[in-house]
T-cell receptor, first 113, second 113 residues
Framework: EADIYQTPRYLVIGTGKKITLECSQT?????MYWYQQDPGMELHLIHY???????EKGDLSSESTVSRIRTEHFPLTLESARPSHTSQYLC????????????FGPGTRLTVL | GNSVTQMEGPVTLSEEAFLTINCTYT??????LFWYVQYPGEGLQLLLK?????DKGSNKGFEATYRKETTSFHLEKGSVQVSDSAVYFC????????????FGTGTRLTIIP
């Protein structure tokens, strides 16, 4: 079954740790996205990719980085986590034509102590 | 730039009540419009969409009509159920080829039995 997966679902870590949030999709989509979701629900695009070896910064500045070495995989890395990084992170993918929906993963809830 | 203004929440209704969640947008050209729903602990999923003026999107008893003259895409349902309790997001794709969605701030809906 075609789907989009995120791991871990929940992560609690200490300040200064390096973390990688995983996102994989089995739909063969070229476009992939990372969103940060406030406790107040608002979504902010922090990174996106149009395909392999393509990454762009989103509308909200983020200290995280992403890579796109394989079509199906779009991991997000924080080199040194801080409490201000505590948030819900949502990954999405789309076929890439205008008007097509984005498919979302279940999210990773990150807490940095 | 593009923007989406969504009805402030939270919204609390009794089961079988009529639901309207207002959404208006600002965009140049002819955007595609979407409603996404986020159930507790999950990512977003597409509820319905419309890609041109006067189109009506519908799914699971929900409807929304793309009104270019009023730049609106209000979500309606005739008789809500407890299972409709979720957060609802209005979004647009400008159709200028960058396939980035602009989201509203979300409306939390709670249905009480």
């Amino acid at each position: 079954e075609a789907d989009i997966y995120q791991t871990p679902r929940y992560l609690v870590i200490g300040t200064g740790k390096k973390i990688t949030l995983e996102c994989s999709q089995t739909m063969g989509h070229d476009k992939m996205y990372w969103y940060q979701q406030d406790p107040g629900m608002e979504l902010h695009l922090i990174h996106y990719s149009y395909g392999v070896n393509s990454t762009e910064k989103g509308d909200l500045s983020s200290e995280s980085t992403v890579s796109r070495i394989r079509t199906e995989h779009f991991p997000l890395t924080l080199e040194s986590a801080r409490p201000s990084h505590t948030s819900q992170y949502l990954c999405a993918s789309s076929e890439g034509s205008s008007g097509n929906e984005q498919f979302f993963g279940p999210g990773t809830r990150l807490t940095v102590l | 730039g593009n923007s989406v203004t969504q009805m402030e929440g939270p919204v609390t209704l009794s089961e079988e009540a009529f639901l309207t969640i207002n959404c208006t947008y600002t965009a140049t050209g002819y955007p595609s419009l979407f409603w996404y729903v986020q159930y507790p602990g999950e990512g977003l999923q597409l509820l319905l969409k419309a890609t041109k003026a006067d189109d009506k999107g519908s799914n699971k008893g929900f409807e929304a009509t793309y009104r270019k003259e009023t730049t609106s895409f209000h979500l309606e349902k005739g008789s809500v159920q407890v299972s409709d309790s979720a957060v609802y997001f209005c979004a647009l794709d400008s159709n200028f080829g960058n396939e980035k969605l602009t989201f509203g701030t979300g409306t939390r809906l709670t249905i009480i039995p």
